[in-house]
């Protein structure tokens, strides 16, 4: 059976998309296989994997309103890394799920997603930044974990706080654990280093153990430049040192993650 992680923060921008991908990949390369299932408007899952979003007809939506088999949306970007795309038609899921009964409603995603863990080690799902939305409410129920990526600065401190407080709601029955990963870190900037501590120390006071709070990914345009050209992060890597040094940010990052969920560490 797989487990299921759903990457979520209120915030835009902060690298959802980013680190779910590259954390893919980074358990792909160790063995696991891997789903991503885009919960977004934007299609950046699709995207990210270089190829065109106009290109699919049939995306989440259809299928979690039974009109596409698995089989239909479920698309290979390598043998062992999958993904079903998005586009803006997953709104709509909303509207359709205002059909069912208030408990139906909250089991929607899950119960399309549970047919899934039989045949991949990890699902994970993708959302939109945007606060108490009921796709993001639908995919933490689906969820075993949460990721919640946030960049060092006062607004994303804010929307952490406001995350995990949605996600606590979330705690017990539907979701085991989260945990929260600092992404763009320029790690050679003493003051932003700082400012890290600050804000890691502000989210423990709130209740955060800092066991959950996985290791930085650093700041590199590589990331960027990667997607802009066309070309992977682990291919750039080859051949670029900073490419590299944020490959190896999510080894470090995906080991201290499967040995936190494998090994159950984390409650
Ligand atoms: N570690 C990093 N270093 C440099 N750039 C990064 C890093 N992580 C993400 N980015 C860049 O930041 C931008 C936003 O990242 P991404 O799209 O993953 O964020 P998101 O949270 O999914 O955004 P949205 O809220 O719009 O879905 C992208 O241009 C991405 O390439
Ligand atoms: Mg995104």
């Not at 997603?113 to 939109?128: A, E, G, K, S």
Request: net charge neutral; glycine share 4%; aromatic share 8%.
């Amino acid at each position: 059976m797989g487990y299921v992680i759903t990457t979520a923060n209120s915030k835009g921008g902060v690298g959802k998309t980013t680190v779910t991908r590259l954390i893919a990949e980074t358990l792909v390369r160790k063995g696991k296989t891997v789903c991503i299932i885009d919960m977004c408007q934007n299609s950046s899952i699709a995207t990210g994997f270089l190829s065109d979003r106009e290109q699919f007809n049939k995306t989440t939506y259809e299928w979690l309103i039974g009109e596409a088999k698995p089989s239909e949306v479920i698309h290979q970007h390598s043998e062992f890394l999958h993904f079903i795309p998005s586009n803006e038609k997953i709104d709509d899921f909303k509207v359709f799920a205002n059909k069912m009964t208030v408990k139906k409603r909250l089991y929607s995603v899950d119960r399309k997603v549970n047919t899934l863990r039989n045949f991949y080690d990890y699902i994970l799902i993708d959302t939109h930044p945007s606060e108490n939305d009921d796709l993001v409410a639908y995919s933490f129920v689906a969820s075993d974990y949460v990721l919640v990526p946030f960049e060092v600065d006062e607004d994303s401190r804010v929307a952490v706080h406001r995350t995990v407080e949605i996600i606590n709601d979330f705690m017990q029955e539907d979701i085991k654990g989260y945990f929260l990963i600092p992404n763009k870190v320029n790690t050679t900037n003493q003051k932003i280093n700082h400012q890290l501590e600050t804000m890691i120390d502000s989210f423990v006071n709130k209740g955060v153990k800092r066991a959950n709070i996985l290791s930085r990914i650093r700041y590199s345009t590589t990331v960027s430049t990667a997607k802009n050209e066309k070309i992977s992060l682990e291919k750039l890597a080859q051949k670029n040192t900073y490419a590299k040094n944020v490959v190896n940010d999510f080894v470090e990052l995906t080991d201290k993650l499967i040995s936190a969920i494998e090994g159950s560490a984390v409650k």
